[in-house]
């Protein structure tokens, strides 16, 4: 088909040519350009219809008149560099197609940017746009900038588009992201939990093949019932200042198939939520390369269309920043990997699955970096890192605390009903001096298995690994002073020269204090320090630093509370028997209590500071806090403070108060206790919960 031979009368264009031929896009870089229209290399130029390259009129209609015009010919239109703004109707809405609605939109790539001091929106650009040569801006608050609906095969192409939702900017930008859809919310956009099907969005894939959506439907548009749209590829394409980034199939049609989303090295920003997901036949949505930052939440498939949403097949090279929660999603209709993401200054990674049927499909990790951030200024993370209700592999991946939050000690991925598995991966704080961050701590959820992990071993960031053999133990190997945080699962732990059992609640020392009275519970608005108290006659049973169970509030879309490790005790005071007790998470998370006392009839959950193997050590009671070790100078060492105490003379809940070792230091022959023993004598006592394996017990 010669050039020559096609001809559009587009009557007077703006360079005042009239019936100009089809150029050539002889300088096109991607090699598979003219593969997917009739491998001519011919395109449209949009300068022959009357667009408006400065922005200051609409040029939405002529954009979808050279669309319609070069569909006749299967071929797509190229926008020049410029700003285009769209305020009557959306790019794409009604654009009479040809074999099944295929069409193409390009920029003119991204090797400048098109706004200057004299003619920057009002609000500042960021990211992406310092670099686009082509910037599409939605002057609504409203509609879509691009409506595709029904279609079957548009591809869009190098140029930005931003919109008029500046809140995301403004009042969260660069600092913590929060899960208040609120302060992401400019006034006047279309946007929030009642706007299910139709939010003020970049792109809009299928918004209008429910005749009556439940939220009113975008203002001016027609709807009509059809079926999906398949075959979507948007190449770098960056969306900013939307309420939505993407909404994909969020009509609330039961199952309109619509299907075949491919990103490839484009970039969401200054949204809510980067892509919403409305419906459980959207498969085959993919992302690769770029990135979604500067939002409350990357995907959704939760608050929009039918409340179904699944999730992306594969999220693969994308940059993953400044976000409260990769995602959440009801039942994960259809499995999805993430691989080799970077992911930092996020809160959580989110929620898969609503409830504990454990009918979600497969959720796998391969690779990777997600940091749970708390830099300076910022109130604590959420004490839910992942919450999973299907089968999730992590292999590979980096999962941690930003250093800032080193001192955080719980990193709770929790799982229910199926086990998590987490192989060959890195956990935990770089440089933590305190103690190692854990996973899976929670009261009632399933033990998550760790393969041969690394997790640092709370001295000076040094790393250990979990399980030299290639088994599954619930917890990591044992941390410093072959010691790790007491847990309510029966676990398996190896320490690279015996294995050990430890089990749940058994025996003394109990985990579980009663007699606790006065619960106070005093949340503040953060930064000033929230705090819980209370009075104990067992007070003594505590020592500042340990970790005590709390529940936690039902957090976002999930639908179970969770009792796991979130205070810290601070202080003891032994005159009035006050225990209180830092927050170590969001102070907004913290149930009730009321409702504590109703769950837990009055009794705390410790999480003592750590436990060893079962060991015994000859010593000395004398009737008094003060107990001597005999045997010699190996002992010396061999009894930390803190550790748990029991054997003859021993009363509940003894503990070592000081004169044990700490940190790799030498202790004395003499150790204060935290109750006085009930008398005197020679003795050996015993301390720690790790139980040697039988002979022959498998593992």
């Known amino acids: 088909m010669a050039t020559s031979q096609i001809v559009i009368n ?56 050279a669309l319609t015009q070069a569909t006749a010919y299967n071929l797509p239109v190229q926008l020049p560099s410029g700003i285009f703004s769209v305020v009557n109707v959306p790019i794409g809405y009604q654009v009479q197609t040809y074999q099944g609605g295929q069409w193409g939109l390009f920029g003119s790539g991204s090797l400048g940017s098109q706004f200057t001091v004299a003619n920057t929106p009002t609000a500042p650009y960021v990211l992406g746009f310092q670099t686009s040569n082509t910037v599409i801006v939605n002057q609504t608050k409203t509609l879509p900038t691009f409506c595709l609906n029904t279609v079957n095969g548009v591809w869009l ?35 929030g939990p009642t706007i299910t099907n139709s939010p003020y969005c970049a792109i809009a894939i299928d918004p209008l093949i429910v005749n009556s959506p439940s939220d009113g439907g975008y203002p001016g548009l027609t709807y009509s019932a059809s079926f999906g749209s398949n075959l979507v590829l948007l190449d770098n394409i960056q ?24 990103t490839r090295n484009s970039q969401i920003s200054w949204c809510d939520t980067g892509v919403a997901i409305g419906q459980s036949q959207s ?46 999603f009801q039942k994960a209709f259809g499995s999805s990997t993430f691989e080799e993401n970077y992911a930092e200054s996020i809160r959580q990674i989110g929620l898969w699955g609503q409830g504990s049927g454990g009918n979600c499909s497969a959720l796998s990790f391969i690779g990777g970096d997600y940091t749970i951030s708390q830099v300076t200024g910022w109130p604590p993370p959420p004490p839910v890192v992942l919450e999973n209700h299907g089968v999730a592999t992590f292999k590979g991946t980096s999962i941690g605390l930003s250093t800032l939050s080193a001192n955080n000690p719980v990193l709770n991925l929790i799982s229910d009903p199926i086990t998590m598995t987490l192989e060959q991966c890195s956990l935990g704080a770089s440089g933590s001096t305190n103690i190692p961050p854990l996973v ?20 000076g960031g040094a790393y250990e690994v979990s399980d030299i053999y290639p088994r599954g133990y619930g917890l990591a190997e044992q941390a410093v002073n072959n010691r790790f945080r007491a847990v309510f699962q029966s ?34 608005v953060w930064p000033t320090p929230s705090s819980l108290t209370f009075n104990c006659t067992n007070y003594l049973a505590f020592q500042v630093g340990d970790i005590l169970h ?70 000395t009671t004398n009737g008094t806090t003060a107990v001597t ?32 070792s700490t940190g790799g230091s030498g202790g004395t022959t003499t150790l204060t206790l935290n109750i006085a023993a009930t008398g005197s004598g020679s003795t050996q006592l015993y301390f720690g919960r790790l139980y040697p394996l039988a002979l022959g017990t498998p593992i």
């Open 283 to 328: 498969r085959l949505f993919a992302m690769n390369d770029g990135g979604i930052g500067g939002c409350r939440q990357a995907f959704d498939g939760i608050n929009y269309g039918n409340f179904q949403g699944c999730p992306p097949s594969r999220v693969k090279g994308l940059n993953l920043g400044f976000l409260y929660r990769l995602f959440q």
């Open 629 to 660: 070790l005999t045997g010699g100078s190996s002992f010396y060492n061999t009894i930390y403070n803190g550790d748990w105490l029991f054997g003859t003379n021993m009363p509940s809940y003894a503990r070592v108060v000081s004169g044990g």
């Open 10 to 65: 587009t009557g007077t264009a703006p360079n005042n040519k009239t019936g100009e031929p089809l150029r050539n896009a002889f300088t096109d870089i991607n090699t598979n350009f003219t593969t997917l229209f009739n491998g001519n290399g011919l395109f449209v130029d949009a300068r022959d219809f009357a667009i408006d390259p400065t922005g200051n009129n609409d040029s939405s209609v002529a954009i979808n008149s």
């Open 491 to 524: 676990r398996y732990i190896s320490n690279s020269a015996s294995d050990y059992s430890y089990q749940s609640q058994a025996g003394q020392p109990f985990v579980q204090v009663s007699g606790v009275t006065n619960l106070t519970l005093t949340i503040n």
């Open 440 to 459: 899976g701590l929670t009261k009632n959820s399933t033990p998550t298995v760790m393969k041969n992990c690394a997790v640092p071993n709370g001295s």
């Open 239 to 262: 969306i900013q200042y939307f309420f939505v980034g993407i909404a994909l199939s969020t009509s609330g049609a039961a199952a309109e198939n619509g299907s075949g989303l491919l």
């Open 157 to 191: 192409r190098d140029f930005a588009i931003m919109g008029q939702n500046y809140a995301p900017y403004g009042t969260v930008g660069y600092n913590c992201p929060v899960d208040d859809y609120t302060k992401y919310l400019t006034a006047g956009v279309r946007g």
């Open 550 to 619: 709390w529940q936690a509030k039902v957090t976002a879309s999930s639908l179970t509370q969770y009792v796991m490790p979130m205070l810290q005790v601070s202080a003891i005071n032994s005159g009035s028997q006050l225990v209180t007790c830092a927050l170590l998470f969001d102070p907004l998370l913290y149930d009730t209590v009321a409702n504590w006392n109703t769950y837990q009839a009055g009794s705390m959950f410790v999480c003592p500071t750590e436990w060893a193997p079962i060991s015994t050590v000859n010593a």
